[in-house]
């Protein structure tokens, strides 16, 4: 069992505890088999260190639903741009700790080439590719990873120069972006460079931009803050 629950009446409402880290919990099904009639308004209490992302469906609450998140509860999304809350009713947040979507990807690093005597020597130095963004490591997972750096590009060297030249042509890839922090943006890719003399050179794949971070909530328009603590990431309605 990855959580523990224990309900009681408050002013008519029916409330569950969420005490124990879990994975996308189904608040419905939770108070549904721990007693909870439609009847009743739904306050779920959440003071679980983590919860991997948490989608509260399209389904809505006959008397509503209150999300009371407290300060040591961190609601996040998965590495890579994953959304940490997603609603399509309306819910109540009071919000005493943080909700953040999963760091953006960062960007792949610039490809460039050179050639000493025309493209059948064609070399290329090969952009590294991006970091991971911070969040949970997958979907099914509570292990949170930190954000990773890029890899780095490639570097090639020509076996000599062109034909009156000095110095061999070389071609240098760019660096990956690094991955970005909970509700952060990776960052793009760098840029290469080429040296040496040669017959000719230039860029095969330009640097990519890194990707936006994930939502900290996903259905925003449907959401009444009583308190909005820390919100990483996106608000989208």
Request: avoid cysteine; hydrophobic fraction near 35%; proline fraction near 3%.
């Amino acid at each position: 069992m990855v959580m523990s629950r224990s309900l009681m009446a408050a002013g008519g409402a029916f409330t569950l505890k969420i005490t124990a880290s879990v994975v996308n919990p189904n608040f419905r099904s939770l108070a549904v088999a721990a007693g909870w009639r439609p009847s009743r308004k739904l306050i779920v209490d959440i003071t679980a260190p983590l919860i991997n992302t948490l989608n509260l469906g399209t389904v809505a609450y006959p008397r509503g639903i209150r999300l009371n998140i407290s300060a040591g509860t961190r609601i996040g999304g998965v590495k890579n741009s994953g959304d940490a809350l997603t609603t399509g009713i309306a819910v109540e947040i009071n919000n005493l700790g943080t909700i953040s979507g999963g760091g953006g990807k960062g960007g792949w690093g610039e490809t460039t080439y050179v050639d000493r005597a025309g493209v059948s020597d064609r070399m290329y130095g090969t952009g590294g590719g991006g970091g991971d963004g911070q969040g949970f490591n997958d979907a099914s997972s509570l292990s949170v990873v930190p954000a990773t750096g890029g890899g780095a590009g490639t570097y090639v060297k020509q076996s000599g120069p062109v034909v009156g030249g000095t110095t061999a042509p070389s071609a240098q890839g760019g660096n990956g972006g690094g991955g970005g922090a909970w509700g952060v943006a990776g960052s793009a890719g760098q840029a290469g460079s080429v040296g040496g003399d040669y017959y000719a050179a230039g860029v095969s794949q330009a640097a990519i931009s890194g990707t936006a971070p994930g939502n900290a909530v996903n259905g925003n328009s449907k959401v009444t803050w009583i308190a909005m603590g820390t919100r990483l990431g996106g608000l989208i309605n």
